[in-house]
């Protein structure tokens, strides 16, 4: 899971996505991966819990292109008129990382 670069506080992906509905172009962004992955890496967030600010290139962008794909797989995902998101990715994002070293567990046993 992503932590704060500057203190090593867990992240909430859900609040920094959110964050990055300030661009003026988010929408079109949150539809496009190339887009969003040179947005995302490209982006200053700011620590909920330090306020230190730093690029999304410090995050792992693994976790972000997954994150990608589940905005982008469940409609609705965003609130546009109040910049809100309605899921809780980082729940998603474990069920989806754990489902894959199931996947690969079992693949390994036949």
């Known amino acids: 899971m992503a932590r704060c670069p500057l203190c090593g506080k867990p992240l909430d992906w859900g609040e920094l996505i959110e ?3 300030s661009l003026e ?3 079109e962004i949150l539809r496009d ?3 969003f992955m040179k947005a995302f890496r490209d982006f200053v967030f700011r620590c909920p819990h330090c306020s230190g600010e730093f690029y ?3 995050l ?5 292109e997954k994150v990608f794909e589940l905005l982008n797989e469940f409609r609705g995902s965003i609130d546009w008129e109040n910049k809100k998101v309605k899921l ?5 994002l474990a ?3 754990m489902l894959e070293q ?3 567990k079992v693949k390994g046993q036949r």
């Open 56 to 58: 999304g290139r410090n």
């Open 88 to 92: 809780k990715l980082n729940n998603l």
């Open 19 to 21: 964050q990055m509905l």
């Open 33 to 35: 991966r190339e887009k």
């Open 25 to 27: 172009n988010a929408e």
């Open 102 to 104: 199931w996947d690969e």
């Open 95 to 97: 069920l989806d990382t």
């Open 60 to 64: 792992p962008l693994e976790e972000a």
